[in-house]
């Protein structure tokens, strides 16, 4: 389909939103690569392969694709010399030899829940945080997780006191994808998908 010039202005303009045609009938396997590279550039190389070979078809019409990515940088560092290869046990039992183990001590918000314990770690300026859970068994993750609600994290939050705390946690890197295609149906815009 045509993109007219008005509206990719504006796309650009107000948005800062680049379109695109790409040819999904004849080659989606060369547009999946030129949405993957866009999305690469975007994130500085953190976000890579964000469209699986094999999920764009010719029968695909339209891909919106947007990519974000936060590198915190922690209000106390840990230091690169507290950090010493350890054995690590896994929720299944597994465990995992040589891993890199993150240490610290220091005051921090914590909660010494009756199973669990959960930690709150700050990023630089103290605009973000990062809060931790811990079940206090190798095998309560799950029953953790299930039991977590929006009451019951924001309760959590709330008993958490400023205390001197020793902090090991394993050297880390998360990444998550999103669909959103039914939040934006929920939205009221189901005729988008």
């Known amino acids: 389909f045509p993109i007219t010039p008005d509206f990719q202005s504006i796309a650009q303009r107000r948005y800062g939103a680049g379109l695109e045609a790409l040819d999904f009938r004849r080659a989606p396997e060369k547009a999946r690569v030129t949405i993957n590279t866009w999305v690469e550039q975007q994130t500085d190389d953190r ?104 009451a019951r994290l924001a309760d959590g939050l709330a008993r958490m006191t400023t205390q001197e705390v020793d902090v090991t946690l394993p050297r880390f890197k998360v990444t998550a994808e999103f669909r959103l295609d039914q939040a934006l149906a929920d939205l009221g815009m189901p005729l988008a998908f």
């Open 47 to 150: 976000i890579k392969e964000l469209l699986p070979e094999g999920v764009l078809t010719p029968s695909t019409g339209l891909v919106l694709t947007n990519a974000i990515y936060f590198k915190g940088v922690w209000k106390h560092a840990f230091l690169e010399s507290a950090t010493r290869k350890e054995k690590f046990i896994l929720s299944t039992g597994q465990e995992i030899s040589d891993v890199p183990l993150m240490n610290q001590s220091r005051s921090l918000r914590y909660l010494d829940g009756d199973s669990f314990q959960a930690l709150e770690l700050p990023y630089a300026a103290d605009e973000l945080s990062m809060v931790v859970f811990l079940p206090r068994t190798v095998d309560g993750l799950a029953k953790l997780e299930s039991s977590l609600t929006a």
